[in-house]
């Protein structure tokens, strides 16, 4: 996790997929707390293929399920899928075609899964957080 929490941080290229309140402007206002560099693209941004594969980095949140590719991604990058999609059998999915894109990223490249991803920590954080606010109301 350390390596993923360094590479946040200090590799050249980070993507940022999704402009919604919830989840890609705040990432993207964290990245660039961080003094990253940052690109946000969504589901309109023309080209969005040729932006993935420049990035080393990568948060899928468009809202779209397997919008991002095995054909899109750098070799060994990181992907970080925090999409909550459904496909035609209604089991649940990422942004990111999961299966295709982990093979696609080679042995040195990282892809969250979807379910079992970032979902654990947003509960996590948001039971959190209710607590502490319950603590502080008290």
Known sequence: ISELVFSL?????RLVIGRSNTVGKPMALLL????ATVTVCHSATPELKRHVQMADIVVAAVGRRH??????????????????????????CGDVDFAD??????PQGWISPVPGGVG????????????????ASA
């Open 101 to 106: 894109v982990r093979e696609a990223l080679g």
């Open 120 to 135: 654990p920590m947003t509960i996590t954080m948001l039971l959190s957080n209710t607590v502490q606010a319950a603590e």
């Open 9 to 13: 941080f200090y590799r050249e290229t």
């Open 32 to 35: 660039l707390q961080a003094n």
């Open 67 to 92: 919008t991002v590719t095995a054909d899109m991604v750098k070799r060994g990058a990181t992907i970080i899928d925090v999409g909550t999609n459904h496909d035609e059998a209604g089991k649940l």
